[in-house]
């Protein structure tokens, strides 16, 4: 059995136990929230978890191999460095830290003390995430142009972080994947309109060197919930709905033919071929990052995403940020 505390038990973390409290070699032993509130609610469906405000007596507890943070962003950094310095394996939800600085120190204490390091970048973990890597990988797409993706809904307004910050995690974190590339220039666009400098609205655009580029729309003051990547190739097209209940994946044979003359001139063949549905077999992603996390501790194997990517998403998040204070203007990385 391995032995697992979860810190952090309010909205998202209450998903992590109940992911975690269910794998069948894992033992939950505890659950941590500095809000007694939270714990009393979660006592009787986890008898076999012991309740605790503070993290001191988790970590010294040597059953526990694996920690995950589940707490606000602010608390990201201390405990995961706490946890790594007290030899624990460590998974931390996204963003890893809130400044470059701290996202480098816990790679490093985790790669000095020989420590799992990983971050929960959940998309990574979507099966249909795996195919499109595939896709883009056989370069059945041909050259990827550029992507555009919509994480847009109505709330949850955060406080100690802004609509980039909490959603952008999960695009960058899958377009760093796909391109295999880090972006040169970062621009951002976005208002506060609810609170004073947390913005609800974010506009965010990513130019590489090779001249693909990506688009991130993020908002929590919109009238819609849209989950939606659309990547735009030389040879085909594909939409990934995370909202659609099954047929996530639409893949669309069109594009635009090569450069044809005639004797009046010359002009381009635009192609409308086949729309396919892929039939992808569904696995909660959480539980499989979850699985995931439990396979790199017994096997010592490194995360699909691990301390250096959490890393460079946060690069991004500080780029975009300076971007924004200076009303878009491109920040170089
Ligand atoms: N991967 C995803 O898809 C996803 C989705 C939602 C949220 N998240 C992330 O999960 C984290 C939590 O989000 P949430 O929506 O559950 O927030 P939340 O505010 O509902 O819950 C945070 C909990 O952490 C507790 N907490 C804060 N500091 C603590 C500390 N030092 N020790 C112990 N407990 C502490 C709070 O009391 C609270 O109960 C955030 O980092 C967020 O970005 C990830």
């Known amino acids: 059995m391995v032995g697992i505390a979860v810190v ?3 909205a998202w973390g209450k998903n992590h136990i109940r992911v975690f409290s269910e794998i069948p070699n894992v033992h939950l032993k505890y659950i941590c ?6 714990l009393t609610k979660l006592q009787k469906s986890y008898p076999q978890s012991k309740m605790v405000e503070k993290v001191a007596s988790l970590l010294q507890d040597p059953e526990v191999k694996g920690i995950v943070i589940a707490s606000s962003a602010i608390s990201h950094f201390p405990l995961a460095k706490e946890s790594l310095l007290s030899g624990k394996d460590v998974l931390v939800e996204k963003p890893l830290a809130l400044n470059v ?10 790669e000095e003390k020989s420590r799992i390091l990983m971050v929960g970048h959940l998309l990574i973990y979507h099966p249909v995430v795996d195919r499109l890597k595939e896709m883009v990988a ?22 100690d972080e802004n609509a980039l ?6 695009d960058l974190s899958v377009i760093l994947e796909l391109f295999n590339e880090k972006p040169v220039v970062v621009s951002a666009h976005g208002e506060s309109y609810i ?3 947390i913005e609800d609205v974010v506009f965010l655009s990513l130019h590489f060197s090779d001249g693909k580029m990506a688009n991130i ?4 003051l919109d009238p819609h919930k849209v989950r939606k990547i659309t990547i735009v190739g030389a040879k085909k097209m594909v939409v990934f709905d995370d909202m659609e209940a099954s047929e996530k994946l639409k893949i669309y044979d069109k594009g635009v033919g090569s450069l044809s003359y005639d004797s009046y001139g010359e002009y381009l063949s635009l192609r409308f071929g086949d729309i396919t549905i ?3 077999k569904m696995v909660e992603p959480l539980r499989a990052e979850a699985e995931h996390f439990i396979r790199c501790i017994e096997s010592r194997e490194k995360p699909k995403t691990g301390g250096r990517d959490g890393l460079e998403v946060v690069k991004i998040l500080v780029a975009a940020q300076k971007s924004l204070g200076q009303k878009g203007f491109p920040v170089d990385l």
Not at 33 to 38: A, G, I, K, V
Not at 101 to 110: G, W
């Open 8 to 10: 952090g038990a309010g």
């Open 33 to 38: 929230d500095s809000d007694p509130s939270r």
């Open 101 to 110: 600085r701290d996202a480098d120190e816990l790679v490093r204490i985790a």
């Open 138 to 159: 056989s370069e059945e797409l041909g050259r990827i142009h550029y992507i555009y993706t919509q994480r847009v809904n109505l709330g949850v307004i955060r406080q």
């Open 165 to 170: 910050w909490s959603f952008a995690p999960h």
């Open 195 to 197: 609170q004073k400098n």
């Open 217 to 220: 729309h993020l908002s929590w």
């Open 278 to 280: 892929p039939n992808i």
